[in-house]
């Protein structure tokens, strides 16, 4: 009897201790993800059908069950406009599925039920903010105010050439410095006039060459009289390969223009965008019945823009909106297409406002003031 009480007192131990392990790792779980689920998170919606951009951003204190909610809404006509508001937020724990905790954020006097999970808030319409270190609402207002100021034309150009290599050889008077010894004054004075009537060609090697070949005669008497030792510029025969260039043509072709205007109120911003790149071999120039050769042309008319991305100041992306015409010639043949309320997208890879440059994909572009009427 007493074995038998004292077995169930084990197990009852035993299936409590069990509980309280599965408890602590609940805990301790749960204690992770709050302090995991502490910080910012920045969301983008665009409306591409009237162009128009919301940024959001939650940021969750450190400390306590507070933070703040930031949100911008730009875009096509639409005023630029911020709100910042306060929230509070309870930690409601592990979600149904286990593996994401559920929250409530309230602003105001509403309340919004939120998921958190792989470093991403989602709303209960399944938008995601995604953590981030930088304050994006911060540094979007800073390029949006400097960057729409920039309302002229964006441009781009570069091309390269063919060319032929044509060698051709070249003969030359090769001069050295040349000791004569015991030589009569009459010697000496054909050396002399030798040298005065080369003296333009000895100028000539010097400077091409980059020798200091004397161009005058150093002459001294030795102790037998009328005998002379001289030192004087001797000329022979050389030759050299010179190569020299005949233009082609053009072997590639890149330009680029874009242009993001910027007018407030019920005025759009407008968008313009044109790229050309061509591709050529010599054929296209020599032998055109066998021309090999590639062209695109992008180009997005009556357009509307709006910011859709922003990864920190100097990158970010922007999503146009128009009339997009293409244009592909390849080997002769060629195709245009037109589609109206097409999508361009521009990615820019580096901004600097202080220098007025854009990175447009890998094409550094300058700035064009618009010109004052």
């Given at each position: 009897m007493?074995?038998k009480?004292l ?62 909610y ?31 905790f559920?929250l409530e954020?309230?602003?105001g ?41 920039l309302?002229?034309?964006?441009y ?13 050889e ?32 000895l ?13 005058t005669?150093y ?20 030759s ?8 082609i ?19 759009p ?13 010599t ?27 922003m ?20 080997d ?10 097409g ?14 440059t ?9 700035y ?6």
């Amino acid at each position: 009897m007493k074995t038998k009480l004292l077995f169930g007192v084990m197990a009852f131990a035993m299936v409590l201790v069990s509980c309280k392990k599965d408890n602590d790792v609940i805990s301790t779980m749960e204690q992770t993800g709050d302090a995991n689920m502490r910080g910012m998170y920045v969301g983008w919606q665009i409306d591409s059908v009237n162009m128009q951009t919301t940024l959001a951003q939650y940021v969750l204190d450190k400390e306590a069950y507070t933070g703040k909610y930031y949100e911008v809404q730009t875009g096509n006509k639409k005023l630029y406009a911020t709100t910042e508001v306060g929230l509070t937020w309870v930690d409601k724990g592990f979600a149904e599925d286990g593996l994401s905790f559920k929250l409530e954020i309230t602003k105001g006097d509403q309340t919004y039920p939120m998921t958190w999970v792989h470093n991403a808030l989602y709303d209960e319409k399944n938008q995601a903010y995604t953590s981030s270190l930088l304050d994006i609402y911060s540094t979007f207002n800073t390029a949006y105010e400097t960057f729409t100021q920039l309302n002229g034309k964006w441009y781009y150009k570069d091309s390269t050439v063919f060319n032929d290599t044509i060698k051709t050889e070249q003969k030359y008077l090769k001069f050295d410095e040349v000791v004569s010894k015991n030589i009569s004054w009459d010697s000496v004075q054909t050396l002399i006039n030798y040298v005065a009537s080369i003296q333009d060609t000895l100028h000539w090697y010097n400077e091409e060459f980059g020798k200091t070949v004397r161009d005058t005669v150093y002459y001294k008497e030795t102790k037998t009289q009328g005998v002379y030792n001289a030192i004087a510029a001797q000329g022979t025969e050389a030759s050299r390969i010179l190569s020299t260039y005949d233009y082609i043509g053009n072997a590639t072709e890149h330009f680029v223009t874009v242009q993001f205007g910027y007018e407030i109120a019920d005025k759009p911003q407008p968008c313009a965008y044109s790229a050309w790149t061509a591709v050529y071999d010599t054929n296209y120039y020599k032998h055109p019945e066998s021309a090999k050769y590639e062209i695109t042309q992008v180009e997005l008319e009556n357009g509307v823009w709006t910011f859709s991305g922003m990864t920190n100041g100097k990158k970010f992306t922007i999503l146009g909106k128009g009339t997009v015409k293409t244009h592909t010639e390849k080997d002769g043949v060629k195709k245009d297409d037109e589609q109206a309320n097409g999508f361009q997208e521009f990615v820019i890879s580096a901004y600097s406002a202080k220098d007025t440059t854009i990175t447009l994909g890998e094409d550094k572009m300058k700035y064009m003031k618009p010109v004052m009427k």
